[in-house]
């Protein structure tokens, strides 16, 4: 039997015109994107259909906007898509954790807003910058990470472990490009630094968490038995406190995305689809794992194959 896994990308993925043919084909994503703007309080449709680029790639907008494209498409196929477990890159996780029915849509799209905000709050107040590091094993660029921290000048830590050869690390901003060079000069084929507003996953954005921790922790969790793969743990959960736990310390800690999907194909999952804007995760999918099915959801045509 071919067990299949929902994935739902995280920063990096947006897109003006996003979801905008999925309202003209469903009138049920008109209703779910109305409802949020009611629920956000500014017009995040016309952000999504429209930009500019520049406001759309602000995250305290990026981030409600990549939830919606996944929660719509879960909303247009309702049960018309079966599938085993899910897993979302970084906010990608709050979409997954509505796909497996542990948080109410109401719910989640307010915890994304906040963490959104917060963090874009956060790296006002705290300058981070993020580099992808590319050709480079994962105990190296931990042990550089580590050396640069030590140095005392600023923080640097592992970030995402998005496929083998390719993690991002996160920290101060002038300290990690004035040293970036270091990872170069250790071995790495590529440097490259992000579009981002601060040190996502990272220490820095330690003021974010403990005002997100208040939020989770009023919110509330169901148990699921469809297992969401969780970013900390690269396992999957299904107990609402397990999964609120695991939530509150995925702003500051790494995405293991390389381990979960490792630790998936263990679990004999075999068929991985991408829900949501664009490829990103299905590339790394390809590149971390062997014989398996991987497609992606994303506009009007990909939905009207489904139903």
Known sequence: MMKTALLFAGQGSQYVGMMKDLSEEFPIANEILNKANDILGYDIKSICFDGPKDVLTETRYTQPALFLHGSVIMGILAGNHDFTVTAGHSVGEYAALYASKVLAFDDALRLVA????????????????????????????????????????????????????????????????????????????????????????SPLVQPAKEELEKAINSTEFRNTDKPVYSNVFAK????????????????????????????????????????????????????????????????????????
């Not at 790394?284 to 506009?299: C, M, P």
């Open 114 to 201: 906040l963490r959104g905000k917060l963090m874009f709050e956060a790296g006002e107040h705290q300058p981070g910058t993020m580099f992808a590091v590319i050709g480079m094993k994962d105990e190296k660029v931990e042990e550089i990470c580590k050396d640069l921290t030590e140095g005392g000048g600023g923080i640097v830590v592992t970030a995402n472990y998005n496929s083998p050869g390719q993690i991002v690390i996160s920290g101060s901003r002038d300290y990690l490009r004035e040293n970036i060079n270091a990872f170069k000069e250790a071995g790495a084929r590529m440097t490259m630094e992000l579009n981002v507003s601060g040190a996502f996953h």
């Open 236 to 307: 999957p959960l299904t107990n609402a406190d397990d999964i609120k736990n695991a939530l509150i310390l995925q702003l500051t800690s790494p995405v293991r995305w390389t381990q979960t999907l490792s630790n998936m194909q263990q679990d004999h999952i075999n068929r991985f689809v991408e829900i949501g804007p664009g490829k990103v995760l299905q590339g790394l999918v390809k590149r971390t794992l062997k014989d398996i099915e991987i497609e992606g959801i994303d506009k009007a045509n990909d939905i009207k194959k489904k139903l």
